[in-house]
């Protein structure tokens, strides 16, 4: 669906000058297309990449994969939990929501639902982190985004690279406004790049008949319509560069500015917040600084995407009920869990329940020294003494003996 670009993800000179000594001492802009990425949409990573000579960029690239080649069975929820935190602040400061999307979804969409085996199936696995699935024309400048979260990867050692992705598009999107995605964890990496998908599998930008060439890509994922509609809602996040892409137009009034590097055309007016916004544009059309493309009209289109089309422009709780199903299940697609049920950061965080003591449930308290006072008078008023006990009253005792036998004689009687 075209390129989507971080409203101002940078990745620093000092990443790339590690590589070279020549490159320049400032920030570059990272640049990406929509979670859907079509293979059209020819993202350049950064102008400075692509100026770089041919030998310094193939160096840049490789130090990137071969720091992707630690390999860990399943990912430790502890570490897990921390890489979260450290997405969190990354977004906070980069604002790259849009690229860490796209990310996560471009490793998950490669999936063939009609082959069984592991990974020939394709999928979550992070294979995306190899350079040969990198220079896919679909995961053009996905380089940025890997470059990003090294550094969180590098942390945290014992968090696989599949794990890593979808963690980071799911936290992207909460962390833009988005529902919480119940995701689980636990995703086994491939051990190298022989095992990366082929190209093709990842939609395009503008094919002949767009409502069937995204049904033709997301039913072998085993995607349905309605699931199609709700993923595509995530365009709200974004923006497309022409220059780039071929798509948009080079600036709006809703882009001049950034945040980020200036430029572009968004989906949507505030196009770093998660709603339901895109589809009540694209309904209404209203806007020509909005970004409309042929896989976007067709969501209104299509017979058998409009109705949920229709319902997610009306109602925002709905698409993201939706929206938070459909998300989960593509992160899973082909993946392979250790533990075979995977695991939630939810129960992760459960706090364990306190082992049963009974002093925390006992009335017992220490007695006032007036409340004492109090009842060492009553005590001493009946004729009672710390020293002397009170006297039995033998007589008193024998009648009510008398008594309760006399109740039970007549009981008994009856």
């Not at 692509?50 to 860990?72: G, Y």
Request: net charge neutral; glycine share 6%; charged share 25%.
């Amino acid at each position: 669906m075209a390129e989507r670009l971080a409203s101002s993800s940078s990745v620093t000179a000092s990443f790339l000058s590690s590589s070279s000594s020549r490159a320049p001492a400032v920030s570059r802009p990272v640049s990406f297309s929509p979670p859907s990425a079509y293979r059209s949409a020819h993202i350049s990573s950064s102008r400075s990449f692509l100026s770089q000579p041919q030998f310094l960029k193939r160096k840049q690239l490789t130090r990137a994969t071969e720091s992707a080649t630690a390999i860990t069975a399943a990912s430790d929820p502890a570490q897990l939990k921390s890489a979260k935190e450290d997405i969190k602040d990354l977004l906070k400061s980069t604002f790259c929501h849009p690229i860490l999307v796209r990310l996560g979804w471009h490793d998950a969409g490669t999936y063939d639902k009609n082959i069984e085996e592991f990974p020939q199936r394709g999928g979550a696995n992070g294979s995306l982190r190899f350079e040969a699935e990198l220079k896919h024309a679909a995961n053009a400048g996905l380089i940025n985004a890997l470059k990003l979260i090294q550094p969180i990867k590098d942390k945290y050692p014992a968090v696989t690279y599949a794990d890593l992705f979808q963690l980071a598009s799911a936290t992207a999107i909460e962390e833009a406004g988005g529902p919480k995605i119940p995701m689980k964890y636990g995703r086994v990496d491939v051990t190298g790049p022989d095992q990366c998908p082929v190209e093709g599998k990842l939609p395009d930008a503008g094919p002949p008949s767009p409502a069937q060439h995204l049904k033709d890509v997301f039913y072998r994922m085993g995607l349905d319509d309605k699931e199609i509609v709700a993923l595509s809602g995530a365009h709200t996040l974004g923006r497309s560069r022409p220059e780039r892409s071929g798509w948009g137009k080079p600036e709006t009034k809703y882009t001049k500015d950034g945040p980020g590097e200036p430029g572009g055309q968004s989906w949507t007016e505030k196009w770093l917040k998660f709603d339901n916004s895109y589809f009540k544009d694209i309904k209404e059309r209203r806007d020509e600084d909005l970004l409309v493309l042929p896989t976007d009209a067709a969501l209104f289109e299509d017979p058998s995407f409009k109705v949920y089309a229709e319902k997610y422009a009306e109602d925002q709780e709905a698409f993201f009920k939706d929206y938070a199903e459909a998300h989960a299940k593509l992160s899973n697609l082909g993946a392979k869990f250790d533990p075979p049920q995977g695991f939630s950061l939810d129960e992760a965080e459960a706090p364990k329940p306190e082992p049963f003591k009974a002093d925390n449930y006992s009335s017992k308290r220490e007695l006032s020294d007036s409340m004492k006072e109090k009842m060492r008078r009553e005590y001493e008023a009946i004729g009672g003494s710390p020293n002397k006990p009170l006297k039995s009253n033998y007589f008193l005792n024998i009648i009510i003996v008398i008594a309760v036998l006399a109740i039970l004689t007549s009981l008994l009687g009856n």
